[in-house]
T-cell receptor, first 115, second 114 residues
Framework: GAGVSQSPRYKVAKRGQDVALRCDPI?????LFWYQQALGQGPEFLTY????????KSGLPSDRFFAERPEGSVSTLKIQRTQQEDSAVYLC?????????????FGNGTRLTVT | AQSVTQLDSQVPVFEEAPVELRCNYS??????LFWYVQYPNQGLQLLLK??????LVKGINGFEAEFNKSQTSFHLRKPSVHISDTAEYFC????????????FGQGTTLQVKP
């Protein structure tokens, strides 16, 4: 595709449910990032992949959050036993290179609402 | 650790007026600086970036920003705004040579009035 694709666009989950959010990066992009954007805030880093390797997961808020990118392309962010504080927009971004000067291309995000 | 402060949460301005959105950062090492724009219900789009070289950086949609190392600032400017510039603007920083992990400011809402 032409850009980063995320699905679903909207997800409503009851507290305690597990959710899985999908990200299709731009073909050939090596780096993939997940960010969490709470209402009225800037995005906050969650985790980073270089191909299939998860090199940085320092931003994951708890062990309920898990991300994978098994074949170095599509990535899934899983949240177990969702809590109300998990309500946010989850943004995925990819870039062609692994250095900081390669621009990030963002998807439109998945808006998660936990009731 | 790096941090970014956007000094204004909201900036109202009339159409065709100039605008400046302020951004200050803190870092003890060399950084790359970015401005992103976010339209409602969309992802972030890169406006411009500073990596090195000339401190005045020109971006898309007529925006420009100036890197000031002594003041640790990277303010965004546009000489004449349009209604379509109404959006959320984010300043971001990453370490030079890093993976591209961005630290974002809180955002500034630009409201352009007719």
């Amino acid at each position: 595709g032409a850009g980063v694709s995320q699905s679903p666009r909207y997800k409503v989950a009851k507290r305690g449910q597990d959710v899985a959010l999908r990200c299709d990066p731009i073909s050939g992009h090596v780096s993939l990032f997940w960010y969490q954007q709470a209402l009225g805030q800037g995005p906050e880093f969650l985790t980073y992949f270089q191909n299939e390797a998860q090199l940085d997961k320092s931003g994951l808020p708890s062990d309920r959050f898990f991300a994978e990118r098994p074949e170095g392309s599509v990535s899934t962010l899983k949240i177990q036993r969702t809590q109300q504080e998990d309500s946010a927009v989850y943004l995925c971004a990819s870039s062609f290179e692994t250095s900081g000067n390669s621009p990030l291309h963002f998807g439109n995000g998945t808006r998660l609402t936990v009731t | 650790a790096q941090s970014v402060t956007q000094l204004d949460s909201q900036v109202p301005v009339f159409e065709e007026a100039p605008v400046e959105l302020r951004c200050n950062y803190s870092s003890s090492v060399s950084v790359y600086l970015f401005w992103y724009v976010q339209y409602p219900n969309q992802g972030l789009q890169l406006l411009l970036k500073y990596l090195s070289g000339s401190t005045l950086v020109k971006g898309i949609n007529g925006f420009e920003a100036e890197f000031n190392k002594s003041q640790t600032s990277f303010h965004l400017r546009k000489p004449s705004v349009h209604i379509s510039d109404t959006a959320e603007y984010f300043c971001a920083v990453t370490l030079s040579g890093n993976t591209g992990k961005l630290i974002f400011g809180q955002g500034t809402t630009l409201q352009v009035k007719p």
